[in-house]
């Protein structure tokens, strides 16, 4: 599975984590990120939010974790 799977099926909440998955599934541009820092590089080059930008690393863990279960 890669990133932009695992976010295109995530349910977004409504908290703070939840707003990089909105932005994220609305984003015709996001990249199929292979690397933490790649998908870093694209919000903050969009000028992403702190809270944005917290919210993707939370799910970038969550994603990487999920790649290591068997």
Do not use: C
């Not at 690397?35 to 917290?54: G, I």
């Amino acid at each position: 599975m890669t990133f932009k799977e695992y976010i295109g099926a995530m349910k977004a909440e409504d908290f703070a984590l939840g707003h990089f998955v909105l932005d994220a599934q609305g984003d015709p541009e996001l990249p199929n990120a292979q690397s933490w820092e790649e998908l870093e590089a694209y919000l903050v080059a969009k000028k992403a939010k702190a809270e944005v930008l917290k919210g993707a690393r939370e799910y970038w863990s969550f994603f990487e974790e999920q790649a290591r279960l068997p």
